[in-house]
């Protein structure tokens, strides 16, 4: 089955600097990679994704790249500010089949 | 257009019940799958049922089944419940009319406790 593979764990950067998280995936016929945010207390709610047959896509402060040849994508945010702090997940899947998260990374922007 | 809505929010089980979760999806949706969330484990695929049918299955015991309603409601039953089945289960839905329009939607889970 699918893998998804997110670092780091844990992140703090100063308000204002950007803020970038890497996943990696296994299964070269993942097509779908969302990517959640998740604040306390609350389900996750996506931010950004992007399909398999683009390689970039942004939008204001957040952009997500994807290397299908090497096999993983990233989350970047620019300007971060306080209300970014939360749990970041990203995820891939193919077509109707099952979403693969990653383990989470826990962003931290401290004023 | 109303979210997501799980129900309860918090559940506290002692071990060895049966407990069974409840999730409306957004009208309209058809799908609708089955998370849990640990702090040591993340989010865990359990199923995701599509028109009344079970889809996909992710790696967990019998113990763990789910069902969906004509109205595409759904229900996740535990039965026999053990200690290590403390978690957030979450439940999200998605239109999945098409490949490409299967962006999911999450509730804000049921907080399950057992003791």
């Known amino acids: 089955g699918e893998n998804v593979e997110q670092h780091p764990s844990t992140l703090s950067v100063q308000e204002g600097d950007s803020a970038v998280i890497k996943c990696t995936y296994s299964?070269?016929?993942?097509?779908?990679f969302p990517w959640y945010k998740q604040e306390l207390g609350k389900g996750p709610q996506l931010i950004i994704d992007?399909?398999?047959?683009?390689g970039e896509k942004k939008d204001q402060r957040i952009a997500v790249t994807l290397n299908k040849t090497a096999k993983h994508f990233s989350l970047h945010i620019t300007e971060t500010q306080p209300e970014d702090s939360a749990v970041y997940f990203c995820?891939?899947?193919?077509?109707?089949?099952?979403?693969?998260f990653g383990i989470g990374t826990k962003l931290q922007v401290i004023p | 257009k109303a979210g997501v809505t799980q129900t309860p929010r918090y559940l506290i089980k002692t071990r060895g019940q049966q407990v069974t979760l409840s999730c409306s999806p957004i009208?309209?949706?058809?799908?609708v799958s089955w998370y849990q969330q640990t702090p040591g484990q993340g989010l865990q695929f359990l199923f995701e049922?599509?028109?009344?049918?079970?889809?996909n299955k992710g790696n967990f015991p019998g113990r763990f089944s789910g069902r969906q309603f004509s109205n595409s409601r759904s229900e996740m039953n535990v039965s026999t419940l053990e200690l290590g089945d403390s978690a957030l289960y979450l439940c999200?839905?998605?239109?999945?009319?098409?490949?490409?329009?299967?962006?999911?939607?999450f509730g804000q889970g049921t907080r399950l406790t057992v003791v």
């Open positions: 049922y599509f028109s009344e049918t079970q889809r």
């Open positions: 992007i399909r398999s047959n683009v």
């Open positions: 299964d070269s016929a993942s097509n779908y």
């Open positions: 999200a839905s998605s239109l999945e009319d098409s490949p490409l329009n299967t962006e999911a939607f």
């Open positions: 009208s309209g949706h058809r799908s």
């Open positions: 995820a891939a899947s193919r077509g109707y089949q099952k979403v693969t």
